[in-house]
């Protein structure tokens, strides 16, 4: 049996060179013929629909709430609010498998926290009728002062969280010659997944199923099963499609609750669908963050010193910080470092995990330093860097698994030109253009999570890989076929992957870019496994087609078993051995453990790196101002799928783009209520901001991590992007603005050249 | 939402007689025409438009464009967004129209969305369409301005009034503006034929008020005057990002050229103004004079003399002026 398969380095030619290769994805066609169903097409014999009432203060009190118009209105089952919710408890805030994004229980009580916060909720026989009737549940309030201030300077005390330190940062900065001492400001971003959050709760009496648009059904379902008071197995969550989630759906929100406590209240399957306002308010965002970095060097450009304090905002319910220091101890070396952090407390929902969370902001602020630094040394941007690689992570003295930072530079230079950069501001023309070239490093950690899966062998010449895991619209159906191929041979439109439901065997949360590296390997035993027991049958069975046989003499190829001496066509179809042998299916179960906990993986640091390249068109005369070229180099590992992986990486390009140039939250200050709340007024990058991309993968399996050497490639493409934005906004205009987004607004006055070398 | 009657009007009469029934053809309708439905869906999905009866006009014989025999051009009032702005009549003599139209929203929408229906749109002020917020004049007469002190980046820096200072966020009016169009209207009393000028009111004290339709006034067509052999014009948007974005500053520029000097000028701005503002000052300023930078920036300084900044959208007024002086440049160094 074929056990010597390199994963990492496929040898051309053989099944196993589809890892690598640009498959398109398997579910595709049932995405773009409306076949998939996505949370909210769940349907239920006698389904009734959950509409809420959102507080429309920021801070202060339900003084009364009168609902009895509503109750009266056409349709109308029931009107929770504080008094008649059905009991919630609060989630296990020790648990780390059963998070949710905010911890209270919905209408616990009658305090008003945020502006958009759940005050009731209206059950009605169809969604028209209960949009009518919460419209007609009246609620008055005494407001008490609000805080939404957009000055974190409260955060910045003696009593930062010390996150990271190693010699002495202010002897550091003394011992440079250059310094760079810096504010920069990142504002609270929405996420915005086109698929809004939904749920249909149903409730049999016994047992709840929840169809749930999440990015986990394991933690939704333990965190669900807390939160109603039910043992675990009378809960199942179930997701199928995800219109994507960027972290927003990583833990459930206090809908899925309201509507699973409904259920069961009214003994009726529940809808509940967040509208896009909601979108805005109960279901997490990007916390404004403000990240103060001193950077001090020698004339050369050796970093002496690397000082990150920042604060981020979260709400009064929760205390989320955002982790912006999380790749600041290990990407540049220096003697000296600290990384400091806090949370100050606002009148606004809790805020969640976005895509590349703390390492987005974070690298934002220390990579604009670097970019900032470079100048003030009169020194190339990418030379700076590469003079400050680091042999090893030096924040926890571990050798690096993988790392390729430099290559990614060097490489990313090329490509895009860079030896035709001119520091000078302004210098660069392109017809009546005035072009600007950035440049910045990225980083997001790497590491695998516990997974169990299974993989059957069936008697109708189908192999289908099961996994408690599920695909958020990044390509984890395809990968995991890719898989199954690579190891049995068995053609793609064989295999069937089955995801996204409690039921099947536990896998990890789509969070973190881990997926991949996680479960691929046990897909891979499981797969072992169900394809050595056919071998046995085909042995050893009664019948047995090669009677006598040892299973190392047999091989499958293309889904005939065979002599390893003969053709293929020779041997028998791996179907027909099980249905001679009247046995449905083979099957293996492979579970991968978490490199957390391995003492193997914890000799390494696990990191995924990358560059970026940009260049900017800028027109002064109308201030307009276009991000046109970018070149990306990315070191994730292996590369599992090329078209899901460049995929990923453009599409966060992109993001970036929206994230430098147009992303923004903005608050009413009086009322504490998002006004762009909706998405024509909450400006992302539209098609024709797209701009030229070329993405290069170095693909260096990381074999430290796993067999087939792949980190995982969700987050790290937008890391960095925004930092080398600004630097090419800079060269092309002169203006420096240290807080996002740069707007038109703060173009129309380019500042005169600055500096020349 | 509220529930609403649907009727499919079979004639202009009909029409007219159901739209009658409504006190008001302005904020706070009862009763309201759909056209392409962009606007009107959103707003009563938004609880800020509440018609009780919705009266479909699709069916009325008015989607033609005809070139007149003295060379103006009839735009019927449900010609779609998309097919105007790919009309040969208006690409060859009104390519500021055209422009205008395809710098708006997206081509799902133009394909949808009507002459009539792009000319009576309602304000994009965040505060007018999320009534989480109390205080909107325009919404609801008497209950204050929320934008004046709030978040009014995209909000307007000329013609507004301590009550309201909403922008019209139409491009297409902006274009129809300088090219002086006129808005025909069947109504109780019969036809009227009014300048684009006219039709729309600053907000003053009553913003819930915007244009100068009675209850039962359908417009039926635009016409849009004959242009000369030395007509050129343009139209040229800033925003944020690249497309599906309202204007920030707009600028559409008529011009007659006489060799090198400026014999006639249209400037009508977007973005900036409480309805499609025409800039007769600019347009003062240009009238023969050559077409030369010094007096596009002349002409923009004149164009926003009047311009009052609020807490955000200063910035509106030098990217108006710059908007003018590019569209000026831009239309006077084409190639006749
Ligand atoms: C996301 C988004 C982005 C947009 N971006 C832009 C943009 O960038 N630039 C821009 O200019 N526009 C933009 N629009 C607005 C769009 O152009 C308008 O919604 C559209 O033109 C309205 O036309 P309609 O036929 O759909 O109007 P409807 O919604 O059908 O009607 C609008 C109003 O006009 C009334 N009405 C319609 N026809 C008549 C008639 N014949 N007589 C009397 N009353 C009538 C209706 O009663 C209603 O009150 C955008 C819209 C959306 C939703
Ligand atoms: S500017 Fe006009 S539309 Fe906006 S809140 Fe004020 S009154 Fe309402």
């Known amino acids: 049996m074929a056990d010597d398969i390199n994963m990492a380095n496929p040898a051309p030619g053989t099944p196993a060179a589809i890892l690598g290769s640009a498959v398109p994805r398997i579910d595709g066609p049932l995405k773009t013929s409306g076949v998939a169903r996505y949370s909210a097409d769940f349907n239920l014999p006698r389904m009734v629909y959950a509409v809420p009432v959102v507080a429309t203060i920021g801070s202060g009190r339900i003084t009364s709430l009168d609902a009895t118009q509503a109750e009266g209105m056409r349709g109308v089952l029931k009107v929770y609010r504080h008094g008649n919710m059905p009991r919630l408890y609060k989630s296990n805030p020790a648990s780390r498998t059963a998070q949710v994004g905010e911890t209270r229980p919905p209408m616990d009580d009658e305090t008003i926290y945020y502006n958009g916060q759940y005050v009731a909720v209206v059950v009605a026989e169809t969604m028209d009728q209960a949009r009518a009737a919460a419209g007609a549940v009246k609620v008055r309030y005494a407001t008490t002062p609000l805080n939404i201030s957009r000055d974190l300077s409260d955060g910045f005390t003696d009593k930062m969280e010390v996150k990271s330190k190693r010699g002495d940062v202010d002897q550091g900065f003394s011992a440079g010659t250059v310094t760079v001492d810096e504010t920069y400001i990142t504002p609270i971003e929405t996420h915005n997944p086109i698929e809004m959050h939904a749920v249909v709760a149903d409730w049999d009496g016994r047992n709840f199923t929840l169809y749930e648009s999440t990015q986990g059904v394991a933690n939704a379902k333990e965190a669900m099963a807390d939160m109603l008071g039910v043992p675990q197995e009378n809960m199942r969550v179930v997701m199928q499609f995800l219109g994507s989630g960027f972290g927003g759906k990583l833990f459930p929100w206090t809908h899925t609750p309201i509507a699973a406590a409904a259920a069961r209240d009214l003994n009726r399957p529940v809808k509940l669908v967040v509208d896009r306002h909601m979108m805005f308010t109960n279901v997490g965002h990007r916390p404004r963050t403000v990240q103060r970095v001193r950077l001090a060097a020698t004339s050369a450009g050796k970093l002496t010193s690397i000082s990150h304090d920042y604060a981020s905002d979260s709400s009064l319910l929760d205390e989320k910080g955002e982790n912006c220091g999380e790749a600041t101890p290990l990407l540049w070396s220096t003697p000296n470092l600290r990384v400091r952090a806090s949370v100050v407390r606002r009148n606004l929902g809790t805020p969640t995990p976005m895509r590349g969370p703390g390492a987005v902001p974070g690298l934002y602020a220390t990579e604009s330093a670097m970019n900032e630094l470079a100048i003030k040394l009169r020194m190339d941007p990418v030379q700076l860097r590469l003079l400050n690689e680091p042999e090893l992570d030096e924040s926890t003295g571990k050798p690096f698994s993988s790392r390729h930072l430099k290559e990614c530079l060097t490489t990313g230079a090329e490509k895009f030109g860079w030896s035709r950069y001119n520091p000078e501001v302004g210098s660069m023309k392109k017809g009546d253009l005035t072009i600007g070239w950035g440049v910045a490093a990225a980083s997001w950690i790497a590491g695998r999570s516990g997974t169990d899966t299974h993989v059957s062998m069936n008697d109708d010449g189908t192999v289908r890989v099961v996994c408690g895991t599920q695909d958020i619209g990044t390509g984890t159906y395809t990968i995991f076929a890719q898989v199954v191929h690579a190891r049995t041979g068995v053609p793609m439109d064989r295999i069937k992957v089955v995801l996204g439901d409690t039921r099947l065997p536990s896998g990890p949360m789509s969070g973190g870019s881990m997926v991949t590296g996680s479960v691929l390997p046990s897909i891979d035993e499981a797969a072992r496994e169900a394809m050595g027991q056919l071998l046995k049958i085909a042995t050893s069975g009664n019948p047995a087609p090669f009677p006598g046989a040892k299973v190392d003499d047999l091989a499958l190829t293309d889904g005939y078993v065979h002599l390893k001496s003969g053709a293929p066509a020779s041997g028998v179809r791996f179907e027909k051995i099980l249905q001679d042998a009247n046995v449905r299916a083979t099957g293996g179960k492979g579970s991968t453990q978490s490199s957390f906990e391995s003492d193997a993986a914890k000799k390494f640091s696990f990191h995924s790196f990358g560059a970026h390249f940009v260049e900017v068109e800028y027109d002064p005369g109308i201030a307009r101002l276009r991000v046109s070229r970018v070149v990306s180099v990315i070191d994730v590992g292996k590369v599992i799928n090329a078209r899901a992986a460049r995929n990923q990486i453009e599409g966060a390009v992109v993001m970036g783009v929206g994230m430098a140039l147009f992303e923004e939250t903005q608050y009413d200050a009086r009322t504490a209520r998002p006004t762009n709340n909706n998405l024509a007024d909450y400006i992302i990058s539209s098609n024709p901001d797209t701009p030229e991309m070329d993405v290069v993968f170095l693909d260096y399996p990381d074999t430290n991590l796993s067999s087939f050497g792949a980190r995982g490639v969700g987050e790290i493409g937008l890391a960095g992007v925004a930092p080398a934005i600004t630097a090419a906004i800079y060269q092309a205009t002169g203006v420096r603005k240290r807080e996002l987004p740069v707007r038109i607004e703060d173009l129309l006055h380019p500042a005169p050249a600055l500096h020349s070398i | ?336």
């Open chain 2, 1 to 336: 939402m509220i529930d609403f009657s649907l009727t499919r009007a079979g004639s202009t009469e009909q029409a007219i007689r159901l739209g009658a029934n409504a006190k008001t053809a302005q904020q706070g309708a009862l009763v309201r025409f759909i056209a392409g439905g962009t606007t009107l869906v959103d707003l009563m999905k938004l609880d800020v438009e509440q018609p009780r009866q919705v009266v479909d006009i699709n069916g009325l014989a008015l989607a033609d464009v005809v070139r007149n025999p003295d060379g103006s051009l009839r735009i019927g009032a449900l010609v779609r967004n998309a097919d105007l702005a790919h009309n040969p009549e208006v690409l060859r003599s009104y390519p500021v129209l055209s422009l205008a139209l395809l710098s708006g929203a997206s081509g799902q929408l133009r394909n949808m969305a009507t002459t009539s229906g792009n000319l009576l749109q309602r304000t994009r002020c965040t505060y007018f369409r999320d009534t989480a917020f109390p205080a909107c004049n325009k919404r609801e007469p008497g209950s204050g301005c929320a934008a004046i002190e709030g978040n009014n980046r995209i909000n307007a820096v000329l013609g507004t009034s301590e009550h309201c200072i909403a922008t019209h966020p139409s491009d297409m009016a902006v274009a129809m503006t300088a090219l002086e169009a006129r808005i025909h209207v069947v109504g109780l009393k019969g036809e009227r034929d009014i300048a684009i000028a006219d039709f729309y009111r600053v907000p003053g004290t009553t913003p819930n008020i915007e244009n100068v339709l009675e209850p039962g006034d359908l417009i039926t067509y635009v016409t849009l005057p004959a242009t000369t052999p030395a007509t050129r014009s343009h139209y040229l948007k800033l925003r944020d990002r690249a497309s599906y974005e309202f204007a920030l500053a707009s600028a559409a520029v008529v011009v007659e050229l006489d060799g090198k000097r400026i014999r006639k000028a249209r400037i009508a701005l977007g973005g900036v103004g409480t309805k499609p503002w025409r800039s007769e000052e600019a347009e003062r300023v240009l009238e023969g004079k050559p077409a030369e930078e010094a007096h596009f920036k002349t002409a923009a300084e004149a164009a926003m003399r009047a311009a009052k900044p609020y807490r955000e959208n200063g910035f509106k007024i030098e990217l108006a002026r710059r908007c003018i002086v590019r569209a000026l440049t831009t239309v006077t160094s084409e190639q006749a």
